[in-house]
């Protein structure tokens, strides 16, 4: 096998080959927590508890996405200053 065919993996949590992101394993537990959070939230359900479980689900659900969107804007917007 030569060097060529040769590829490392990249995985789930690396950025590149052998950098790991920390972005991305807070991002892969704030998933977790939010399922986490919504069967607690589904199982234990009462009327004055419901409101508070539906927004610690959000926040988490939120946490999970909205950070590396962000960093990819972030991201792309310093491609754009560094080409100029």
Do not use: H, W
Not at 26 to 55: E, K, N, W, Y
Request: hydrophobic content about 50%; some cysteine; proline content about 2%.
């Amino acid at each position: 096998m030569t060097e060529e065919t040769k590829q490392e993996r990249i995985g789930y949590l690396e950025e590149d080959v052998n950098i790991k992101s920390g972005m991305r394993l807070m991002c892969f537990l704030s998933l977790l927590f939010s399922m986490v959070s919504a069967v607690i939230t589904l199982l234990f359900a009462d009327v004055a508890v419901l409101p508070a479980g539906v927004f610690v689900t959000t926040i988490f659900v939120i946490g999970a996405f909205a950070p590396k969107a962000i960093q990819r804007l972030a991201e792309n917007k310093l491609e754009e200053i560094m080409k100029k």
